[in-house]
C-alpha cells in the first residue's frame, strides 16, 4: 500500500529504446525536461537487468541520479515541495523479487557536475510491505517531515499475514558534515499493534498521533528545526 501527502504524483508515459523503456512526457522540474529511464527485465519480469535512472535538463548541463545497482522496476517520479522555497523530485524504484522486494526512495535537487544531490543521507528504503508519506507539521519543522512504516516479520507469523511495523521518522536539518540541509534519521519505535496490509489498515495514520508526540519531545530536547 502507497501512502502519499502533500505529493503531486507523476504519470510516466513510455518510448522504448535499446531494450530500456524511457519516459520523457513528464511535467517539467525547474522548468526542465524529467526523463525517467527504465531497463529491460529477465523473461518472467521479476528482475531488472539493469538500473533505472532519472535525469534533469538543467542548464549548462544535465544532472542525473542512479541508484544502487539491484533497483530498476517500476521507477516512479513524485514532485514534492519540501517547504516554501524547496521544490524537489522524490524518485522511487523497486528492486527484483517475486513474493518480496525492497523499494529505494531518493529526495533530488540540483546538484554540482552531473549528479542530482539526494536530500536523504539517512537511507529510507523500506520493502514492498510497507507504507510512506510526507507530512506538514510546522510545530516540529520548517520542512516536511518524512515518515515510513517498515514491517517486521515475526514469530509463528506468515510473510503476508498481520505484523508490526516499525515506524521510521526522518526530519531535514543542518550537518557538520555538509554545507546544505539534508534528512536524517530522527526517531525510531516498533508499534504495539498488529496492522494487516492485505485488509487496506493505515498504519501511519493509526500511529500518527504516536509519531508526532515522540517528534515533539525530539524537537524540545534539541531545538526547532
Not at 84 to 106: C, E, Q, R, Y
Not at 187 to 206: I, P
Request: proline share 7%.
Amino acid at each position: 500500500m502507497k501512502v502519499t501527502t502533500g505529493i503531486v504524483i507523476l504519470t510516466l508515459a513510455a518510448g522504448l529504446v535499446s531494450g530500456q523503456k524511457v519516459h520523457r512526457d513528464l511535467p517539467k522540474f525547474l522548468g526542465a525536461e524529467v526523463t525517467v529511464t527504465e531497463p529491460p527485465t529477465d523473461k518472467d519480469g521479476f528482475f531488472p537487468e539493469g538500473t533505472a535512472r532519472v535525469c534533469v535538463d538543467l542548464k549548462p548541463q544535465k544532472q542525473c541520479y542512479t541508484p544502487p545497482k539491484q533497483y530498476g522496476l517500476r521507477p516512479a517520479v513524485s514532485l514534492v515541495q519540501v517547504d516554501n522555497d524547496t521544490p524537489a523530485i522524490l524518485f522511487k524504484v523497486a528492486s527484483g523479487g517475486v513474493s518480496g522486494w525492497m523499494v529505494h526512495f531518493a529526495l533530488l535537487r540540483p546538484g554540482s557536475g552531473t549528479t542530482l544531490d539526494n536530500l536523504f543521507l539517512s537511507d529510507p528504503s523500506v520493502s514492498n510491505q510497507s507504507q510512506q508519506a510526507f507530512w506538514s507539521e510546522p510545530s516540529i519543522s520548517r520542512s516536511q517531515i518524512f515518515v515510513t512504516a517498515e514491517y517486521v516479520w515475526g514469530r509463528n507469523e506468515s510473510h503476508y499475514e498481520p505484523h508490526r511495523f516499525v515506524i521510521s521518522s526522518y526530519l531535514r536539518l543542518p550537518s557538520t558534515m555538509i554545507d546544505s540541509l539534508a534528512y536524517h534519521l530522527e526517531d525510531e519505535y516498533m508499534t504495539v499493534r498488529h496492522y494487516d496490509l492485505e485488509a487496506n489498515a493505515d498504519v501511519l495514520a493509526s500511529e500518527k498521533p504516536e509519531i508526532l508526540a515522540r517528534l515533539r519531545k525530539v524537537v524540545a530536547a534539541n531545538g526547532k528545526r
